[in-house]
């Protein structure tokens, strides 16, 4: 599969969601997990589609370390989802909407980039962004 065709299932899975956002975690170009964003249906304000789906793996794998791991995420990750990828070792972050797209489309966005998260970590991550972004935003009109 290619990373459109990837970036095609987290959109699936937004649809899924609360809010539309939805991501999923692939290595060896295999999709290993998958989930949306349940804030509402948890009443967990930290149940982001990117945290779902790394705490879904991690507990599968007892394992949290997911390095060599690629997360592609509808949305661009808030600072709390992309601290989490920091936190799990995700080796690439790719996304469709940026934080500032979501802004423009009156979503609630700390505007702070995953890059700038990054950045300040310790870990290098590979950051792809404005893959089927116009798919991306759709979500939300």
Not at 69 to 74: F, H, K
Not at 85 to 92: F, K
Not at 94 to 99: L, T
Not at 104 to 125: D, L, P, T
Request: proline share 4%.
């Amino acid at each position: 599969m290619n990373t459109e065709n990837f970036m095609r299932l987290a959109l699936e899975e937004a649809q899924k969601g609360d809010a539309p956002y939805g991501a999923i975690l692939v290595k060896d170009d295999r999709v290993i997990e998958k989930a949306y964003n349940t804030v509402k249906q948890d009443s967990d304000p930290s149940a982001h589609a990117e945290i779902n789906v790394i705490r879904k793996l991690t507990a599968s794998l007892k394992n949290p370390s997911l390095e060599g791991y690629t997360i592609y995420t509808t949305g661009e990750p808030c600072p709390m989802c992309a601290t989490a990828c920091v936190w799990a070792g995700v080796s690439e972050i790719i996304y469709g909407a940026s934080i500032e797209d979501l802004i423009s489309v009156n979503q609630s966005q700390i505007n702070i980039s995953c890059e700038e998260v990054i950045a300040k970590s310790f870990r290098k991550i590979q950051i792809t962004k404005g893959i089927l972004r116009e798919e991306c935003l759709k979500l939300f009109s």
